[in-house]
């Protein structure tokens, strides 16, 4: 009989059998419904419920192996990272993520808040719905969770061993050649590429040698640079919305790296929301008014990014040297080079690697499908390579023009 003292991989009635026996939510004799609601490669989510009570719970189960790729081993311990990443974040910025009730180590269990009452960012925008907070909400999040956790406010010696703490071998090695490599190189052949935009690709991604030996700097960046406890994976299928609350969650591929991959990512996933809407739209006053939202959006997460990140670093930086004048200044630079880059590469590679994103696959028309790809290849070129040249929201929204004037 399965008694949860070994781990296995669960299915639905696993799951409520779990809920019971585990957590302290439900009567023991309520009678709940269980339905795996995950949508990725890694991990199984299960929704489990009591339609008597209206309680719900998610589980989120870790298996040693990837849901559709059984021969690929994963370590379960990014559970555990995932577990701890989003407590602290609870505590850094609470209201942002959803609340944790149980983490256990042997199932690889995390039990968590149901938000079943926000949306998915992504699927919300293709549904073109308008969130005004998202921009405050989401940059007080990277804001607070990013700094605290880095060697200017941290003691350096608890800081090195958080580093070590979470070391995430393996889902960075997934970023390292999804995001990095591949794209540029197709070196493991598993780039997707529309034949219509194979001489495309060819030309502006792979013999484009500035670009690649761009593309290399930033990969030794993520490789080395342990900045900042980042989120790992902060794109808009890992926020979830309403008209009052913004949820982040999923961190599972946090570790140690720096801050700019973390806000790239969520810039970047805003084009794809601007250019889907843009080739695919027809009432000409909505698709303006959508656009303008992106717009405005991608703007204001730059600078309020900008302006809270430097009110609240001059309230609890510790270490001498960043006090001195200049630091500052010159800190936050390297992050906003770091971001333009970043979000250079989540484009690029959500358009050219296999691991897509439904802004661009549910484009059903070939011709505005192959558009909207040059454009985001464009742009996301132009932000890898010029990265130093976009210190404000603004200049994002600049380079728009030269992309769908090609």
């Known amino acids: 009989m399965k008694d949860f003292s070994t781990h296995f991989k669960m299915d639905e009635d696993d799951a409520i059998k779990y809920a019971q026996e585990k957590l302290d939510i439900f009567h023991k004799d309520a009678c709940l419904k269980a339905e795996e609601i995950g949508d990725g490669n890694i991990n199984y989510v299960f929704k489990v419920w009591d339609e008597t009570s209206e309680k719900s719970v998610i589980i989120k189960h870790a298996d040693k192996s990837l849901r559709n790729t059984p021969g690929r081993l994963l370590d379960v311990d990014r559970s555990r990272i995932e577990a701890e990443v989003l407590m602290l974040h609870n505590k850094l910025s609470p209201g942002l993520t959803p609340i944790v009730y149980k983490y256990d ?146 961190p599972e591929f946090a570790f140690y790296g720096p801050m700019g991959y973390d806000i790239g990512n969520v810039v970047g996933n805003l084009f794809f929301a601007w250019v889907n809407a843009y080739v695919t739209m027809e009432d000409r006053e909505s698709k303006e008014e959508f656009l303008l939202y992106i717009e405005k959006t991608i703007v204001e997460i730059i600078e309020l990014f900008k302006s809270k990140f430097k009110a609240l670093y001059k309230e609890i930086v510790t270490d001498i040297m960043a006090k001195q004048e200049g630091y500052m200044e010159w800190y936050l630079s390297t992050i906003l080079s770091d971001t333009c880059g970043v979000c250079g590469l989540e484009i690029i590679r959500r358009t050219v690697g296999d691991s897509k994103v439904v802004d661009i696959t549910s484009i059903e028309n070939l011709e505005k499908r192959i558009r909207a790809e040059r454009i985001l290849i464009l742009l996301g070129k132009n932000f890898i390579i010029n990265r130093e040249n976009f210190t404000k929201g603004r200049d994002y929204i600049d380079s728009i023009k030269g992309a769908i004037n090609f």
């Open 105 to 250: 180590p042997i199932m690889c269990a995390l039990s968590m808040e149901d938000i079943s009452d926000h949306g998915n960012l992504r699927h919300e925008f293709l549904k073109r719905k308008i969130y005004p907070k998202l921009a405050e909400d989401i940059t007080t999040f990277m804001v607070n969770t990013l700094l605290p956790t880095t060697d200017l406010v941290m003691d350096s010696g608890k800081k090195k061993n958080r580093v070590k703490e979470f070391i995430n071998i393996d889902l960075c090695d997934i970023s390292e050649k999804l995001v990095f490599s591949e794209p540029y190189t197709d070196y493991l052949g598993r780039n997707i590429i529309p034949d219509e935009n194979k001489d495309f690709v060819k030309k502006n991604i792979y013999n484009d040698k500035k670009l690649i030996l761009e593309a290399g700097k930033l990969k030794n960046n993520f490789m080395n640079n342990a900045q900042a406890l980042i989120h790992g994976d902060l794109h808009s299928g890992s926020i979830f919305v309403n008209e009052n609350s913004t949820k982040i969650l999923d």
